[in-house]
């Protein structure tokens, strides 16, 4: 059972905005560790869109955006397009000597 | 350019043992800072990852799944092998491999605690029936 909870699924028309939480605790998130997201189209493996909380991999459109406050961390997307519309990840871990990979529950974008 | 691709049974049956792999070109497993992780997906659900093996062949394990996995890594094959004992129908799901680019934090711990999966396999669909 994933201790990162996001919403089951967020909606918004082509050009608006949505943002996406994950939620997390004392022992991940609100202890400074970082926050990475992931795009899944369907049927399709996923793809890293941010990494280090905030940072774009190279070919990633700037309409992606990440943030963190406290114990959660945020996904952006700005003028949202019909090609947004996917299965989105967060991961971080867990604050302890060693990498323990930890998903969120996933949120599903649908764009009306 | 980094490619990987799984490989394995797509059917086995509940008590078996579950071996899959990882084939990989574009990138060394001996180089400092990265890794190779699985991570599956039942279907209709969420990501979970299983296990990692640095470049330096440490390996780190599910807590709730360490009893049952066993990751390898034969650096001059370009592979990584995930062994799963006693598979049962709940195991049904999508396995991925993936390249991880770790980096150190204020920690300073080593190897290091923090990475991200940045390049993916398609994925192996295993289903666990008798």
């Known amino acids: 059972q994933s201790v990162l909870t996001q919403p089951p699924s967020v909606s918004g028309a082509p050009g608006q905005r949505v943002t996406i939480s994950c939620t997390g605790n004392s022992s991940n998130i609100g202890a400074g560790l970082d926050v990475h997201w992931y795009q899944q189209v369907p049927g399709a493996a996923p793809r890293l869109l941010i990494y280090?909380?905030?940072y774009r991999p190279s070919g990633i459109p700037d309409r992606f955006s990440g943030s963190r406050s406290g114990t959660s961390a945020s996904l952006a997307i700005t003028g949202l397009q019909a090609e947004d519309e996917a299965d989105y990840y967060c991961q971080s871990c867990d604050n302890s000597l060693t990498f323990s990979g930890l998903f969120g529950t996933g949120t599903r974008v649908t764009v009306l | 350019q980094i490619t990987l691709k799984e490989s394995g049974p797509t059917l086995v049956k509940p008590t078996q043992t579950l071996t899959l792999t990882c084939s990989f070109s574009?990138?060394?497993?001996?180089?400092?800072?990265?890794?190779v992780g699985w991570i599956r997906q039942p279907p209709g659900k969420a990501l979970e990852w299983l296990a990692l093996i640095y470049w330096n062949d440490n390996k780190r394990y599910s807590p709730s799944l360490k009893s049952r996995l066993t990751i390898t890594k034969d650096t001059s094959e370009n592979q990584v092998v995930l062994t799963m004992t006693n598979m049962d129908p709940v195991d049904t799901a999508t396995y991925y491999c993936?390249?991880?680019?770790?980096?150190?934090?204020?920690?300073?711990?080593?190897?290091?605690?923090?990475?991200?999966?940045?390049?993916w396999g398609r994925g192996t669909l295993v289903t666990v029936s008798s």
């Open positions: 280090g909380t905030t």
């Open positions: 993936a390249h991880i680019t770790f980096y150190y934090d204020s920690s300073g711990y080593y190897p290091p605690r923090q990475g991200y999966f940045d390049l």
């Open positions: 574009g990138l060394s497993l001996t180089t400092s800072g990265v890794g």
